[in-house]
Structures are given as structure tokens and as C-alpha cells.
């Protein structure tokens, strides 16, 4: 299951960063999700008669009735493969329910352990209160909390991913027919294994330093109980008692898992040694012993062992899950809320918190906040809660008390805050989204390129005599070289003069064949190519580049030098960096880095996030560089920053440098970058972590003439305005940045913070400045608009 140890980090020592729970507002009608972990299934090594370990098998036939719509995108699966998968899927929509069709990402490679057969996840979960759930408190499962919610609540993700580990294929058996020889592992009995857990058979549990931990409980440790009837939710959560539990004896509380046991609570797994991804989230093998129709779940499985039904006790443990569990009994009062911090609004604030150690425990119903000044108070059952009515230039301060059936905890008071006024808004474009765009000059006019996700259009914006006009550079359209494609995904665009003309140069992403796309005009006409996707595969280690057939359409950055027009993106697909230079009608293509880890190159996974800039001959590409993840969720726990610089257009000129690093107390650099030309000097900008891997706390900022020095970036603080996101933007000024959902800016010069926007954005989206009439702007996608906005 996923490693929740970066969260009970936090939770341990006082984290300044907000919990997953804090993604939302308590008023906001979006829904809350966090990642979700992933189960397993061990193969024992054992081989035994096939007979004696042959589970009843479901009669298969084409009427059987399907209650639900399983959709397998096969990514590097085997043809060989896919009809025991296919066959596990079948069996699943007899016995699960929804209306929502659900998406299994299927993955064939090698995984950290040998003893794993497969893994799979649920993708994320989604809190309870924030889609309808049964209970408001509790964590659902992708597919489950569609199915409740009768909608698809993300539908830019899987609802399960499962991995089949390359590593064991001599082993496998891939016939459908339950006739698995001795020594193999039966495929299709592993498959419903893993769906079981993608469906919801899995509990959210960790354990570090000793202390256990179940911060975001899922339905799966809803109905887990301890010998005494106490759930295993409820023990307090960081705390060895919880430790201990995980350990130790559980049972299943729930009726219809009960009643399928013949009226026993069912015995889950709880080796003596505690195991992720396998301990609490499997029955227990002794109880379920090999050869009878529920050992499908136990936590390994035998040679020629075959499971073509899901086991009556399996189906029964999940339809309880999608049910309301009875409520806890409140031991003690609460302790008070931790964490807590209030943040700036605009005639508001944002108050952020979390729960008591002993939330569970105390089954806290609802906490109260009062504002001083004033009369305010305010009742919440969750964080970040907004507290509107302020008025701007005053300070204020909040007492935080958490509530139960037996009393209230003492109150913890925050930081004080003083509301401020967010900026004016002006609509550009109120047909267009606007979430990808860039801005630059042309002809000494401000332009700004951005997307139009709802006709899929990659647009332009002209700034003439105090006037804006707006045009459709390409998208829906055959003639001159454009595409009927959907060109609305990431866009970068550099202006120079290329054999003596000025000339204007977009990089868009095509989102339908995942290419990569130029457009350019020389100031009387647009021209159109494709530079790179459809292509052919080539190996991460080929130094000699031809076009690629990955998917290149994730990021790029260009820049225009006296060599020529190059652009630099990210092969998705292999996790490397690329490059190409247009050489006449053609491109030439390059590999920049990602491939070895000599001449100062890395085996990172580089480019999520890239900025490039020309200054005289000489090429500047700003990229971030992952160099490991946490195999369980996959979040980065190692990162970089790297600057790559050249004055030519050759390969071999390539220079590198890294900028930020893991280590010294940053835990990864990276998650967004930006680049700054102001004309003598150039400055970067990053978001980097120091507590927890997987969530930035800081911006870090430097220019390039210290930076190549060696000397240490600088490091801005966002504490009062909540932790920084993306997305983020950088001038001779100041930043642009996301703050705890809201977007903000920082003067470089006096380290001020003020708030851009007071509302809650949701997605990825990018910000960049402007600057018109010697105004200085904010532009972004807004209200799905593209939005001006300068200080009131």
C-alpha cells in the first residue's frame, strides 16, 4: 500500500505544511483527494497439487449480467497477457456495481521486490464530505466513491493502476481455463487479487520511528476492529498504540462480511513484523488456508493456485465498505487542534489546522473558531476554513477549539493577520480558459499565447494602440498546415531575428498524438510544422537522435540565438531530455540530457517543469531533475535543479550545472521552475520541499552570474500566505506564485507578499507578468478566462 511516512513526518514534529485534507475550503464544492497506496500480491514459492488448491471457479458465460464497465488501457502489457487480464475484469463487473465505467492503467515492468507478482492502486482517495459519501470523515477509493457519486469525481486519471512485475514471467500462467501446471503462478487468480484492492480492499495505515499512523482513513480501516470492538480508526493517530494494533490481532466489523463467514468476525493479516502494503490490508492465511474459495485475499499466493471468483467473502467485506459504519463511542475530550495557522485574505482569512492526535478517539464532531477582534465565531467540521467579514488593514487573531458529545479541547490561538484588497481584475478573452500560456514581445508589442481548451484551440493575443485583438493561431483547421487536433496542452515561444527577419516562434503541445508543434510567423505569414512525436521509438541511450514516437507533448522551452531557432522538451515516455534545431525546413534532433551520468549529465527523470532564454549567442535551459521516488506512491524524494548552457547549436557544446540539490535540510528542488531575462542579468526561481518530499514549503531564487559562482540561492518566505505552488513566474521585480490554492505575489526587493487573487483555483494553470504602458500585470486563466489583474 502507499508509504504514508512523508505525512506522519509532518505530523510527528509539527509540519508547516497543510495536510492533504487542506485542498479545499470547508464552503468549496470541489472535491477532495489525496493519492492513494497500492497492495500487493507475494507469490509464496510453494507448489502444490493443483487439485488441492483449485478454488471454486465462476461458470462463465456471455449472459451472465454485468452490473459495471471495466476500460483496460494496456501500457507496455504483452498481447500474450491481456486475455487473463481481461478474463479477471470480466469476473469483477459480475459482482461490482456502478454506473460509472471504471479505467484500469495496466503496466508491465520490473518492481523493487522480487517476491511481489503485481501491485495495484486505487489511484486516489476522495474525502467522504466532498462528493456524498456514507460518512463525511472517511477516505473512498476512486471507483468506489464514483460509484457512489454516480460521476467520474477526476476524469483526467485511471480509477486503478495495477503492475504485473517483468521479472516473474517465466513464471505465469496465462491461460483463462483454471488449468495453471505446477511451478507457475496462475495470472488471471493474481489479477482479481489486484482488483480487489483497486476496488477498495485496502486500508491507508503506516508505520515510522515507531509510531503507527492512519491520518486519512478509508473505508477498509473503517470496519477494522480491534479484539475489544474498538475500531482501528479511532486509536490515536500518530501513536505506538496504533503501532502496536497493526500487529496484533484485527477482525472485520462489518455485517455482511460477518454474516459471508458464517457469523464470524473475519481474522485479517497481522504478522508479527509489520509489512506495507501487506499487513491489515489482506485476511489472514492461517484463518483462509489455501484450497478454500476466500484465500484469494490472504496476502501471497501458491503455485497452480487458481481463483477465478473473488471469493463470497471478498464481494460482501466491499458492498460494507460503500455503507455508512456505525459511529465510534468519544473517550475523553478532545486535545486541541494542531498545526494551526491563519493566512491572508481579501476581507478574509484562511484558517488551517489539524485534527487532534485523539480525533478519532474523541470522535470530534465539529470545531469552533473565534475571531478577535469582533464577534465572529464560526463553525467548521474541516480544514482550511475561510472566514469572511474582515475588513482590510486590520490585524486579527483566531482561537481554534475542537468539539465532542463529552466537552471542547482547550483552544489554540494562531498567528496573527491582517486582510489586504486583491487585485483588479480586466477580461482579455472571456471565451478561452487560458490554463497554458506564455507572454512575450514582438515588434515592440506585448503578445501573450495561451489555450483554448474548450474548442481545443491554441490562441493569440496582440496588445496595438492601447487595444487587444485575438486570433486562432491553429487547432481545427486543415488548410496551411495547421491541425484538426486538439493543440490546447503546454505551450512555450521565443522571438528572434533568424536570417535577418524578426520572427515570432510558438511551441504547443498536440494533445490528440501527443507531438510536439511549431508554429511561426516572420511578420507576413504563419508557418506550420511537427517537431517531434511521430516518429519512431528510440532507446533513452541512443546519442544519435532521429524522430521519437514518445509522447513529447508534456513540456518544452525555447530560445532563438545567432545559431539558430532550438527548442527543448521532454520525452514523457523515457523520462529524458530532448532538443531540436531548425535547420532550414527540417529539424535536427539531439539528446540534452537524462541518458548517463558522466560529463556532468544525470540519470534523473528531467524535465517536468523547463524555462529557456537567449542572451547574445549564448542558450540558457532551466529544467528540474528527479533522482529517485518513493516506489510505493512514486512521489519524488530526491531532486534537483540543473542549468544546461551553450553558445552554439552542437550537442557537444552542452554545459551543465546544478543549482539546488536533496540534502543540507532541502528534501527535493523542483516541482516548478522559472527564468528570467532582465537584460544585464538573468534570474531563476524554484519551489523546493524541506520537510515533506512530496509538497513545496519555499521559494528558492538566484541569479545566474552567482549561481555559476557556486553561490547558495536564497530562499523567499510564503509562511503568512500559505505554502507556495505553482504555478510560478518570475521577473526583474518579483514572483508570481500559487499560495495554498490562491495565487500571490513577492516584491524580490523588500521580500512584501501580496495577494493576487483571493479565490481557490483548482488543476494546474500558468501565471506569467506583463507589462503594458509601463503597468505592470498579473495574466492567467481566471473564471476560465484569460484575466489582467494589477494591485487596486
Given amino acids: 500500500m502507499r508509504r504514508r511516512s512523508l505525512g506522519l ?4 514534529i509539527g509540519s508547516l505544511i497543510s495536510a ?3 485542498s479545499a475550503p470547508a ?10 497506496g497500492w497492495g500487493y500480491t507475494y507469490g509464496s514459492g510453494i507448489t502444490k497439487k493443483s487439485a488441492s488448491i483449485t478454488a471454486p471457479t465462476a461458470t462463465k458465460s456471455a449472459n451472465i449480467e454485468k452490473k459495471s464497465t471495466f476500460i483496460v488501457n494496456y501500457n507496455t502489457v504483452p498481447g500474450s497477457y491481456q486475455p487473463a487480464i481481461q478474463a479477471a475484469v ?9 454506473s460509472v465505467p471504471i479505467r484500469i492503467e495496466a503496466t508491465y515492468g520490473r518492481q523493487a521486490s522480487l517476491g511481489v507478482l503485481a501491485s495495484s492502486s486505487p489511484v486516489k482517495f476522495f474525502l467522504g464530505s466532498t462528493f456524498g459519501g456514507p460518512d463525511n470523515d472517511i477516505w473512498y477509493p476512486s471507483a468506489m466513491a464514483n460509484a457512489m457519486a454516480k460521476k467520474d469525481l477526476d476524469v483526467s486519471n485511471p480509477e486503478i493502476t495495477i503492475r504485473i512485475n517483468s521479472n516473474i514471467t517465466p513464471l505465469l500462467y496465462l491461460g483463462v481455463d483454471g488449468n495453471c501446471p505446477s511451478g507457475l503462478y496462475d495470472l488471471e487468480s493474481i489479477i482479481i487479487h489486484e482488483l480487489a484492492h483497486g476496488l477498495g480492499f485496502i486500508s491507508n495505515d503506516d508505520i515510522l520511528f515507531g509510531y503507527g499512523s492512519i491520518q486519512q482513513a478509508t473505508p477498509f480501516d473503517a470496519y477494522a476492529q480491534l479484539p475489544d470492538g474498538s475500531r482501528l480508526m479511532d486509536l490515536n493517530s500518530p501513536s505506538t498504540e496504533l503501532a502496536q494494533a497493526f500487529t496484533n490481532k484485527l477482525v472485520w466489523s462489518g455485517a455482511r462480511g460477518v454474516a459471508a463467514n458464517n457469523g464470524v468476525k473475519p481474522l485479517l493479516y497481522t504478522p508479527s513484523e509489520y509489512s506495507s502494503g501487506s499487513s491489515i490490508s489482506h485476511l489472514d492465511d492461517a484463518t483462509f488456508p489455501v484450497g478454500t474459495p476466500n484465500a484469494v485475499m490472504t496476502h501471497q499466493i501458491d503455485k497452480a493456485e487458481v481463483f477465478h471468483d473473488p471469493g463470497p467473502l471478498a464481494v460482501a467485506m466491499i458492498q460494507d465498505m460503500m455503507t455508512k459504519p456505525p459511529a465510534g463511542i468519544p473517550v475523553g475530550l478532545p486535545t486541541v487542534p494542531r498545526n494551526i495557522k491563519a493566512l491572508v485574505g481579501d476581507k478574509s482569512a484562511v484558517i488551517t489546522f489539524d485534527p487532534p492526535t485523539n480525533f478519532r478517539t474523541a470522535q470530534v464532531t465539529s470545531y469552533e473558531i473565534k475571531v478577535s477582534p469582533g464577534s465572529i465565531t464560526k463553525i467548521a467540521t474541516t480544514s482550511p476554513v475561510t472566514i469572511s467579514g474582515l475588513k482590510n488593514g486590520v490585524a486579527y487573531s483566531f482561537a481554534i477549539t475542537a468539539k465532542n458529545a463529552l466537552g471542547t479541547s482547550d483552544a489554540a490561538n494562531t498567528n496573527a493577520v491582517i486582510p489586504q484588497s486583491a487585485w483588479k481584475s480586466t477580461i482579455l478573452d472571456a471565451s478561452a480558459d487560458a490554463k497554458h500560456l506564455v507572454v512575450g514581445t514582438y515588434n515592440k508589442e506585448p503578445i501573450i499565447a495561451y489555450s483554448d481548451s474548450k474548442n481545443g484551440d491554441l490562441k493569440l493575443a496582440t496588445f496595438h494602440a492601447g487595444l487587444w485583438s485575438t486570433k486562432v493561431v491553429d487547432g481545427n483547421a486543415l488548410s496551411g498546415g495547421k491541425t484538426p487536433n486538439d493543440v490546447s496542452g503546454n505551450i512555450s515561444m521565443c522571438v528572434g531575428t533568424l536570417n535577418g527577419i524578426s520572427t515570432l516562434n510558438i511551441f504547443y503541445a498536440d494533445l490528440t498524438k501527443k507531438w510536439l508543434r511549431w508554429a511561426g510567423y516572420d511578420g507576413r505569414k504563419w508557418s506550420y510544422s511537427i ?19 514518445s509522447d513529447v ?21 523515457q523520462g529524458i531530455l530532448l532538443g531540436a534545431v531548425k535547420d532550414g525546413t527540417k529539424w535536427r534532433y539531439e539528446l540534452i540530457d537524462g541518458d548517463r551520468q558522466t560529463d556532468f549529465r544525470t540519470m534523473g527523470d528531467v524535465g517536468f517543469h523547463m524555462q529557456a532564454t537567449a542572451v547574445g549567442s549564448r542558450a540558457y535551459l532551466l529544467y528540474d531533475s528527479v533522482l529517485s521516488v518513493n516506489t510505493n506512491t512514486k512521489e519524488p524524494i530526491r531532486g534537483e535543479i540543473r542549468l544546461a548552457y551553450r553558445d552554439s547549436a552542437y550537442p557537444e557544446d552542452w554545459k551543465y550545472n546544478t543549482l539546488d540539490s ?28 524541506t520537510i515533506s518530499p512530496s509538497v513545496p514549503d519555499q521559494i528558492r531564487w538566484t541569479d545566474l552570474n552567482s549561481a555559476l559562482q557556486g553561490l547558495a540561492p536564497s530562499t523567499l518566505s510564503t509562511e503568512r500566505f500559505g505554502a507556495p505552488t505553482s504555478p510560478l513566474a518570475l521577473d526583474a521585480t518579483g514572483t508570481i506564485f500559487g499560495c495554498q490554492g490562491r495565487l500571490c505575489a513577492e516584491n524580490l526587493a523588500d521580500k512584501n507578499i501580496s495577494l493576487i487573487s483571493g479565490e481557490t483555483f483548482t488543476g494546474k494553470f500558468d501565471a506569467s507578468w506583463i507589462t503594458l504602458n509601463k503597468v505592470r500585470y498579473a495574466v492567467l486563466g481566471k473564471d476560465n478566462k484569460l484575466t489582467l489583474l494589477k494591485p487596486a
Fill in 553 to 573: 507533448s508534456v513540456s518544452s522551452a525555447c530560445a532563438v540565438t545567432p545559431s539558430g531557432l532550438q527548442v527543448f522538451y521532454r520525452d514523457e515516455s
Fill in 20 to 22: 492533504p485534507t487542506l
Fill in 662 to 689: 536533496s540534502g543540507a535540510g532541502l528534501a527535493v528542488a523542483g516541482f516548478d521552475v522559472a527564468l528570467s531575462n532582465n537584460g544585464k542579468s538573468q534570474s531563476a526561481s524554484w519551489l523546493a520541499s
Fill in 9 to 12: 513526518i509532518a505530523a510527528l
Fill in 90 to 98: 470480466d469476473v469483477w463487473s459480475q459482482y461490482f456495481t456502478s
Fill in 531 to 549: 517537431v517531434d512525436g511521430n516518429g519512431v521509438k528510440n532507446a533513452y541511450t541512443e546519442a544519435l537522435r532521429v524522430r521519437t514516437s
Fill in 27 to 36: 464552503h468549496a464544492v470541489s472535491v477532495v483527494s489525496i493519492p492513494a
